[in-house]
């Protein structure tokens, strides 16, 4: 397989990832059964990867006796897994925490040499020039998917070890970042989730004052919006004076298009694209893999 690579620093050099790997680049468990909720195995899919974290708060566990057939890709920590099928090309550097886990058959394992380290691996394989090439050789007649093979060929960029580290040391720093800043949104929408729950479906500030007292939370400005009772409605009680509408009452509702992926001049780095795993478990949708080129959303063209 050929690639058009740019030109890299002097003392840089381009080789293909099968160079700085032990062993072969594997996929994960094939059939994994039915999932069993206590003692089996958890294992890694897609859906399990955000940013450039694990999230493990929707992790499917299979029997062992399933697990035990894919030993080749039982995690011991260290490992960097890409994503192969769907939401493709999103990259984790496995934490010794998840020493004993497996993935899926979405996902590749890597096993990068000592001397390179996964952190460089990861990084490369996240870089523009990498997400472009997996992209641009992913298999779209069904579902979108990257063969081992492309996966293995793909050219990283090696400079001096001394650069290396540096490099990797100041973007795991930023890395590292991103993932508190994340984890802190994470509990921003939480919290907004709860307020507007006990806000508009519980009716807390309501009831509060219904009963005479202080609604929790707010100043009084913001209380004084809320009235002191409930009215029935089609849809049950609701604050007295409140209307019952729906969502084209109050804005337009459009539907958006995926241009086709079998013409790469529809994608390239403009405008973001927000695709359905964007939008997995987020109120606020801050992030996404895919853009689109201008070209294809410009009203005027």
Same mark, same amino acid.
């Given at each position: 397989m050929s690639f058009s690579l740019?030109?890299?620093?002097? $003392?840089?050099?381009?080789?293909?990832?099968?160079?700085?790997?032990?062993?072969?680049?594997? @996929?994960?468990?094939?059939?994994?059964?039915?999932? &069993?909720?206590?003692? %089996?195995?958890?294992?890694?899919?897609?859906?399990n990867f955000q940013g450039s974290q694990i999230n493990l708060s929707d992790v499917m566990r299979i029997t062992p006796?399933?697990?035990?057939? @894919?030993?080749?890709?039982?995690?011991?920590?260290?490992?960097?897994?890409?994503?192969?099928? %769907?939401?493709? %090309?999103q990259v984790a550097v496995v934490p010794k925490a998840m020493a004993g886990f497996n993935v899926a058959r979405a996902v590749a394992v890597i096993h990068p040499l000592l001397h390179i380290g996964p952190e460089w691996i990861a990084l490369c394989l996240r870089s523009?020039?990498? $997400?472009?090439?997996? %992209?641009?050789?992913?298999? +779209?007649?069904?579902?979108? +998917?990257?063969?081992?093979?492309? &996966?293995? !060929?793909?050219?990283?960029?090696?400079?001096?070890?001394?650069?290396?580290?540096?490099? +990797?040391?100041?973007?795991?720093?930023?890395?590292?970042?991103?993932?508190?800043?994340?984890?802190?949104?994470?509990?921003?929408? !939480?919290?907004? $989730? !709860?307020?507007?729950?006990?806000?508009?479906?519980?009716?807390?500030? &309501?009831? !509060?004052?219904?009963?005479?007292?202080?609604?929790?939370?707010?100043d009084a400005d913001t209380a004084a919006l809320f009235p002191d009772s409930f009215e029935e409605s089609e849809l049950g009680l609701v604050p007295k004076g409140w209307k019952i509408g729906m969502i084209k009452d109050i804005g337009e509702v459009i539907c958006g298009k995926t241009p086709p992926t079998s013409e790469p001049a529809n994608y390239g780095d403009d405008v973001p694209f927000i695709t359905i795993p964007d939008m997995h478990n987020q109120l606020v949708v801050t992030t996404t893999k895919r853009s689109l080129s201008w070209f294809e959303v410009d009203p005027n063209r």
């Open positions: 740019p030109e890299l620093p002097n $003392q840089w050099t381009f080789s293909p990832l099968e160079d700085f790997v032990k062993g072969s680049i594997s @996929y994960g468990v094939v059939q994994p059964g039915v999932a &069993v909720p206590d003692g %089996g195995v958890p294992i890694i899919r897609v859906n006796e399933i697990e035990t057939k @894919y030993g080749r890709t039982r995690l011991s920590g260290g490992e960097v897994l890409l994503t192969l099928v %769907g939401s493709v %090309g523009p020039l990498s $997400q472009h090439l997996l %992209g641009s050789r992913a298999n +779209t007649t069904v579902q979108v +998917t990257i063969n081992l093979k492309d &996966v293995r !060929a793909l050219p990283i960029p090696i400079p001096p070890e001394k650069e290396r580290r540096q490099i +990797t040391k100041m973007l795991c720093a930023i890395d590292d970042r991103i993932a508190l800043l994340r984890e802190t949104n994470t509990t921003l929408e !939480a919290i907004a $989730q !709860a307020l507007f729950k006990s806000w508009f479906v519980d009716f807390d500030p &309501v009831r !509060a004052k219904q009963e005479g007292r202080e609604p929790e939370g707010m």
